[in-house]
């Protein structure tokens, strides 16, 4: 079962292979801004992946248009839109 780690002081999750990563964070009690809850159109949810991007599932078309479109750097991942497949290392800048 992959794990989710956190750059600053928090204990790390274990998740279900393939578990949605807002979700899953949502789920664990931490904040993850959204104003379309989860519908993929606000990009609020954008979450860095410090470690471990190859153990997500890859961009889908959704994400690529909201990079796009809201000119984000390449560590950083919309959450409601990615699945979790192994172990990551995640950070936001509000936690
Ligand atoms: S919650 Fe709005 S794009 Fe993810």
Known sequence: MPLIS???NRAALTVP???NL??????AGLPVASSCDGDGVC???KIVIVAGKENLTPENEIEAFLRETKD???DVRISCQTQVLG???VDATYW
Do not use: E, Q, R, V
């Not at 807002?22 to 789920?27: E, F, V, W």
């Open 72 to 74: 984000l750097p390449s």
């Open 87 to 89: 172990d990551i290392t």
């Open 22 to 27: 807002m979700k899953s964070l949502l789920d």
């Open 6 to 8: 956190f750059k600053k």
């Open 17 to 19: 292979t393939g578990a």
């Open 43 to 45: 990009a609020k949810c």
